[in-house]
């Protein structure tokens, strides 16, 4: 089973343990709203195109909600189950997924006060570590001053380069990805001269 199905299969487990009202990390979502836009993105290549794009989020957003007051129950099973046959993301589920199973996990595990760091299989972290150093270019890249990501292991990523004091920002591959992909709930070590470090981790990290 692949990282991307895991993720999916504890996503819903933990979807289905917090229930439809629970926040989420994403604004205002809930986790009904949260299953929604994972079934719009999979499920209507209509409508998905308003996920990146501006005039058509719009009529995402009504598709969206039409969806989101399925019941339930309807909702979790069409999460589970994944991409159907026909969508253009089930070929590449093991390619794409992987980040998007993992960053809502967590974001549905990590809307309360009380929750720690998962400990993840060694492969996994290796993946995502892959991951960040890709998608730490896009996240960073409005930072005045350079970053750095770093792993308690001693890998290293440079993602943001230019001039200056750099910012270093060390944890576990799966806490970087987290934070690149815009979560503040997440355990990091920061490094660096102290106003660039708080205008690095204020940064608009949008994906």
């Known amino acids: 089973m692949s990282m991307a199905q895991r993720e999916r299969q504890a996503l819903v487990a933990a979807m289905s343990a917090a229930g439809p009202d629970a926040p989420t990390l994403c604004g205002t979502w809930t986790v009904r709203d949260l299953a929604a836009h994972l079934i719009v993105r999979e499920r209507r290549p209509d409508a998905a195109p ?6 058509f989020a719009g009529y995402l957003e009504s598709v969206q909600d039409r969806v989101a007051r399925k019941p339930f129950p309807e909702l979790l099973d069409l999460v589970r189950t994944g991409p159907p046959w ?7 589920d093991a390619l794409v997924n992987p980040i998007e199973m993992f960053v809502h ?3 549905v595990r990590r809307a309360g006060s009380d929750w720690r760091p998962r400990e993840l299989p060694d492969a996994d972290e290796a993946k995502l570590w892959n991951l960040v150093r890709r998608v730490g270019k896009m996240a960073y890249r409005t930072s005045p001053v350079p970053v750095v990501l770093a792993t ?21 591959p799966s806490e970087l990805i987290l934070h690149a992909f815009g979560r503040d709930k997440v355990r990091l070590e920061t490094a660096g001269d102290e106003d660039a470090v708080r205008v690095v981790l204020e940064l608009d990290r949008s994906v």
């Open 50 to 55: 308003g996920i990146l794009l501006e005039p």
């Open 86 to 92: 026909w969508s253009p993301l089930k070929p590449v």
């Open 105 to 107: 996990h967590e974001d």
């Open 152 to 172: 308690p292991d001693g890998r290293r990523a440079q993602v943001k380069p230019g001039r200056g004091a750099v910012v270093t920002l060390t944890g576990k």
